[in-house]
Structures are given as C-alpha cells and as structure tokens.
C-alpha cells in the first residue's frame, strides 16, 4: 500500500477523543489521581534535533496512595509510540479507568504508573541512546526514574518495576530490557516495531528514497505538511540507529546508495545497520533476558505495519531458540485495535503479578 495511503489510514487514531468521565462517578477516593509534572532529562543533553531537555510526563497515583503515609509502591512505565504522547494512555487507552477497575477488584495491588513524553522532531527517537537524537534509553531509566523515585513513595528496586510500551514504545521496552535489566525486572511490548528491518521497515519501501532525498528543514516540513508517514518516521530511525554527527543536515547514514532511481545497498553497512535490531541481539542479550521476572510480547495479526506481525512473531522465535521464558500474546486485531483490552484483560495482571509489591 502506498506511504501516503497508509498514513491517511493510521492517522485517524492519531485524533484522539476524550472519553466521558467515568472517574467522576466514582466516590471519592476510590479512583487513582493524574499528575503533570516536567522531568528534568539531562541525557538528552545536546542532541542535535533540538529536542527540550526538560521532558513532560503523567504520573497515576493509586486511590490509596494519600490515605496511607507510609506505604510504598510499585511501579510500571508506559512508552508510548511514535507520534503520540502519553495522551494516548490517558485518553485514548483510558489508561486511568482500566487501573481503577482493576483495582477496585483486586485484579491487580495498588502501583504507580508513569507515563513519560518522548517524542521529537521525526515522531520519537526509538527509546535509543544517539549522538543525534539523544540518549532516550539512559532519560528513562536513570534520569526519569531517579525523578520518580526521589518524588513519590515508590519500591526503588528493579523488582517493583515493570516497563510496558506499545509500537515505538514496544519496542524502546525490548530495548530496556536487553540494556538495563539493573532497572527494569518485567517487560511488556505491544505491538513493537523495528524489530527487524524488514517489509515496510526494509528499503523495498519507496519512502527510503523520499528519505534520503532530504536536504534541509524546508524538504522535512513538506513531508510533514503532505502527511508522508514514513519518511519521516525513517529519518527517526536513521538517526536512532545510524546517527552520524558529522552527517547533516539528517546526522544519519543510510546503507544504501540510490542508483538511477533504485536503491542499492551497502552490504557491508547494512549488516552493521541490521546488527542494531533486537531479532539480531537476542543471543548477546540472552543472560539479561533469562533474568528478567517477567517477559511479554503481544501483537496483533492485522497490523497495519507488516513489518511487527512478522518481526513480533520472529522476535519469539529467536526467543525461544535461546530458551528464553516469555509469554507470546496472538490476537486478531489491528496495530490500535483491541489494546486497551489486551492491557486491561492479559498485560497489566500478567505485569502485576510478576512484580514484587511489598517491602
């Protein structure tokens, strides 16, 4: 399906609608509450997209967590996708109601949910640390984390965190896991992208060329302006894991040379460039995987990006070669469809029950 055809599809669940709210007919106390605050995110210092190093985020503070001073609590981070923000947990999930209702019937304890911004000028920079987009893996498990840590009553062990993402955010989510076991105990990545790069994510796709024809901020901005999806998110991609400083005005190197209009690859620069893929880290990252309480996967087969479906269903494969515990959640769905309920019914008391939730 053309770029173009396919953003049109996808960006009508970048619209979100508010829903009622439910929360207010509750009694007092027995919902969660929201907070906005601003994180300092000093990893992100001197990226070159000019990404603010003072971040926004949403905490969920559970209903019992101002009636009881001296408790303290687990703690599960959401990452978002590319393009979004975390309005699509609190809105469009309607992250918030699912907590309340699954704790107000002991489905699962009482936790803290963080919900971190992270996106930049290219849709997000892939929860990676880069020397052009900044270092996103090392903003949320030391710089977000510390702030949440050092702001609320949390269990600060890697026991009593879990990080959950969906699309982007999945995949940031492996990221962490392969990285930062010290952080983070359990994972869970809906829907993760860039996995492999493949099918759309592999330069069979046309946008590679529109891509790489950028040459300044003006040729961005029509593409932004004309709704052309995946250049955009591939100049995100480029500069997450193949960031070049000394190579603007993208500060990425593409693999490939295009050739009377045809792409032709740099074998030996796509290899370094597919090295950087988790289908690929697996075995590298297999003692940090063995150690996790708790590793999930879950995807739909109608995604509208081929390459998650298939990466996702690789991704287990691989796993599972390594002898690797996870779980593989399968369902009939869209990249969007069916989330909330997959959160709500599998991920969040399969997360839950994996945590440690006492001191």
Known sequence: ??????????????????????????????????????????????????????QDAAVYLPPGYDGQADRRFPVLYLLHGIFDDYGVWTEHFDVPSVLDRLIAKQAIPEMIVVMPNAGNRYGGGYYRNSAVS??????????????????????????????VGHSMGGYGALNLAM????????????????????????????????AAAVEGPEDIQSLINGRDFYPVAFLGVVTAFSADPN????????????????????????????????????GHARDA??????????VGLDDQFLHIPAGALEFSHRLGTERIPHRLDVYDGDHREFVAERLEEIVFPWVAERLVVDE
């Open 134 to 163: 900044g270092n996103w893996a090392d903003y949320i498990a030391d710089d977000l984390v510390g702030y949440v840590d050092a702001s609320w009553r949390t269990l600060p062990s890697d026991g009593s965190r879990a990080v």
């Open 1 to 54: 399906m053309p770029a173009k055809v396919l953003f049109s599809a996808v960006l009508s669940v970048f619209v979100f609608s508010v829903p009622d709210d439910a929360a207010a007919q509750h009694q007092p106390g027995s919902v969660g509450r929201i907070v906005e605050v601003k994180v300092p995110a000093p990893a992100l210092d001197s990226n070159l997209l000019d990404t603010p190093t003072i």
């Open 247 to 282: 190579a603007g005005p993208i500060y990425g190197n593409f693999p490939f040379d295009v050739v009377r209009g045809e792409i032709v690859l740099d074998d030996a620069a796509f290899d370094l460039y597919a090295d950087r893929f988790p289908i690929r880290q697996v």
């Open 289 to 298: 995987l063995r150690g996790l309480r708790g590793l999930g996967v879950g």
């Open 179 to 210: 990285n930062r076991p010290d952080v983070f105990s359990v994972v869970w990545a809906q829907s993760p992208c860039c996995l492999s790069p493949r099918d759309d994510l592999g330069f069979g796709n046309d946008a590679w060329k529109r």
